[in-house]
């Protein structure tokens, strides 16, 4: 029997119709939020992390939920809380007496989708926990490494304007989130169509009466990711990225640029969205998109810069207004 040549192409083409309709499905539970959701399915596809930054209230938890159902998958949410333990996170040995062992109970964070609430609410001892979880898509407890599933996405939330009784980040643990994405507050005529879901009762506990079902699963995910893999790269658009990166770390805004790591994961960010764009090649345009949202939390503004109002995307946007973008 002979392979069918475009078989693969056929697969690829599904795969990239079947997130797209996650998308529209996680439309049925949440209004308005478009370009948060389509940097999650990015994660999803990069293996990344994303930190979702907006105020209370603006449906951060459902569009976890929504985007766990839409694609069939396991979710966990950890409250994060200044007397978080690291075993409240990983899990821990427990003694059984009928058997006289110890036997290891899996803790929140064995799940595909993993919503860290409030994140900067824990201590740094937790925080750690959670960076091992992050970077080595393990834990360790007692020495022993115990592996996560596949797909590992931790989707962490802060509050952008209460600090009283918080743990800020440190840069190693920022540098391991793919994306810092913000959740705005919704425009009148998204927060009309909100109210009026509510209205005729909508209920965020019950996202199956809402109408939204799986249409994806880890097949099509991981047919998805081999494709983003065949994504061409030009030597001029990684010039560019490498030339906007470096542009960081020169600023004189900035006491802080972004790294190698940083310039990796706007490529790895540029190949997902052009492969769901519909293209094989990423083009300069898809690296400008993407690059605040991939960097912004791998800077740090001087203090003399944050004094005269300066913020991460003002500066991150006048770097992609003055290095030269290849033809």
């Not at 658009?237 to 802080?256: C, E, F, H, K, M």
């Not at 490529?267 to 690059?291: E, H, M, N, Q």
Request: hydrophobic share 45%; glycine share 8%.
């Amino acid at each position: 029997m002979t392979e069918d040549p475009d078989a693969g192409t056929r697969e690829a083409l599904q795969a990239r119709q079947a997130l797209h309709e996650v998308r529209e499905q996680v439309g049925k539970a949440v209004v308005g939020q478009d370009g948060v959701v389509t940097g999650l399915v990015l994660a999803l596809l990069v293996r990344g992390h994303v930190l979702l930054e907006g105020v209370p209230g603006v449906a951060k938890t459902l569009l976890v939920r929504a985007l766990a159902a839409a694609l069939d998958l396991s979710t966990a949410r950890i409250q994060f809380t200044p007397d978080l333990m690291p075993g409240d996170v990983t899990g821990s040995l427990v003694y059984d007496a009928r058997t006289a062992a110890f036997d290891f109970r899996p803790g929140p964070v064995f799940t595909h989708l993993l919503l860290a609430d409030e994140i900067n609410r824990t201590p740094p001892k937790t925080q750690a926990a959670l960076l091992e979880a992050m970077a080595e898509r393990q834990v360790s407890v007692e020495g022993r490494p115990r592996a996560l599933p596949d797909p590992f996405v931790v989707i962490a939330t802060q509050n952008p304007v209460e600090y009283e009784g918080t743990y800020p980040l440190p840069e190693a643990q920022l540098d391991r989130f793919l994306l810092k994405l913000t959740v705005a507050l919704p425009s009148r005529e998204d927060e009309l169509r909100i109210l009026t879901r509510h209205a005729e009762g909508f209920d965020p506990a019950d996202l199956a009466g809402a109408g939204l079902r799986p249409v994806a699963g880890g097949a099509d995910l991981a047919r998805a990711r081999a494709a983003v893999a065949t994504v061409r790269v030009a030597p001029e658009v990684l010039g560019y990225v490498v030339d906007l990166a470096r542009a960081t770390r020169v600023s004189p805004s900035l006491q802080l640029g972004v790294s190698p790591r940083g310039a990796t994961a706007l490529v790895a960010c540029a190949r997902a969205w052009a492969w769901l764009s519909g293209r094989g090649y990423v083009t300069p345009d898809d690296v400008k998109v993407l690059a605040p949202p991939t960097w912004r939390h791998r800077v740090s503004l001087r203090p003399e810069a944050e004094l005269d109002g300066a913020s991460a995307d003002g500066v991150l946007e006048g770097i992609l207004a003055t290095v030269a973008v290849p033809r």
